[in-house]
């Protein structure tokens, strides 16, 4: 039995008032868009009728597994997940997790849900990679002082964080449609990525006119204008705006074991937890969520670990006096 679910929508107004308060956003350049794809099909974006084909891109995260959730639950679209492997510390937990969730959605929607198709890319030139990997920062100081004044994340040396990539996707999302109707006549159009309302508020590629823009270049470069390009999340066609909190809400309604997405920096046995700034944000946006967080995180495990072992010990102290526990 299928969950019923109804998604709170704003007004286009009101959406438009939002990307006003932030930094990345230009409502000229969006506006300019929206206006050519209306004069050229005749709509934005349209959500496709229920049992098209789309392509999901899917990182194991939180936002991208909930997205991918919707798109089934809600929408009953059948879906071609997308698996972006980055080279970086953490791409095998998150592909772990993707692949796990590739089996749940099957056996859930075994007529919606396809198996996972995995991509290998380094977005940075190997010479860059090892131009700088004897360094702690590469940065000029007058382009941090940029950075810090601008609000943008910095690059690691790992390359754990890539800022152009959200734009890029669009791109693999293209290849993967062209091997698809290669091989089996599989025509898909539409693409959906998991960045969220907050996302574009850090990095310029996750905003919503980064988003718009690559809509607008994929269907340039393949000539092709049945193309569309959208975070689910963040789609004004659709009258959505959710932050991660309000996506927590919704997984958690449709049962989702959000517990098994992959959000932290890090590679261990567990998710820190308090260690990198990936799991701080993922507590509390469960916190503000108001729900339960079922997830395993090496910081509990350390705390669970100091507190057995103070029992241990107090044991130990009252057996050697004869006392009974």
């Known amino acids: 039995m299928r969950t019923t679910i109804t998604l709170p929508t704003i007004s286009k107004k009101t959406f438009t008032d939002k990307l006003e308060q932030r930094p990345f956003e230009d409502l000229e350049n969006i506006k300019v868009i929206e206006n ?3 004069k050229k099909r005749g709509y934005v974006f349209r959500m496709p ?21 919707i798109l089934l639950e809600k929408y009953h679209l059948e879906t071609y997940p997308l698996f972006i492997h980055r080279g970086t510390k953490r791409s095998k937990k998150e592909e772990a997790a993707a692949l796990f969730f590739a089996e749940y959605y099957a056996k859930k929607y ?3 849900s396809h198996p996972l198709m995995k991509f290998s890319t380094k977005p940075s030139p190997t010479e860059i990679v090892d131009a700088i990997k004897d360094y702690k920062n590469y940065f000029h100081p007058q382009r941090l002082l940029e950075l810090i004044k601008s609000g943008q994340t910095m690059i690691s040396n790992s390359t754990d964080s890539y800022p152009l990539l959200p734009f890029f996707n669009c791109f693999y999302c293209l290849s993967y449609s062209d091997y698809l109707y290669d091989r089996y006549l599989k025509r898909i159009t539409t693409f959906f990525t998991g960045i969220m309302a907050g996302d574009g508020t850090v990095v310029p590629s996750q905003s919503f006119t980064s988003v718009r823009n690559a809509m607008l270049a994929a269907c340039s470069a393949a000539a092709n204008y049945k193309i569309q390009y959208s975070a689910l999340a963040i789609e004004k066609e659709l009258g959505f705006w959710f932050e991660k909190s309000d996506y927590i809400k919704i997984g958690s309604k449709l049962k989702i074991p959000l517990e098994k997405t992959w959000s932290c920096y890090q590679a261990g046995k567990y998710q820190c937890g308090d260690q990198c700034l990936a799991c701080q944000s993922r507590r509390f946006e469960f916190a503000k969520a108001r729900a339960k967080d079922k997830t395993i995180y090496s910081s509990n495990q350390k705390t669970v670990s100091w507190y057995l072992q103070r029992i241990q010990k107090k044991a130990m102290l009252l057996l050697t006096k004869g006392l009974k526990l």
């Open 36 to 38: 050519f794809f209306k």
């Open 49 to 69: 009728k229920p049992g098209t084909s789309v392509i999901v891109l899917v990182s194991g995260g939180l936002d991208s597994i909930i997205t991918w959730g």
């Open 110 to 112: 075994p007529k919606l």
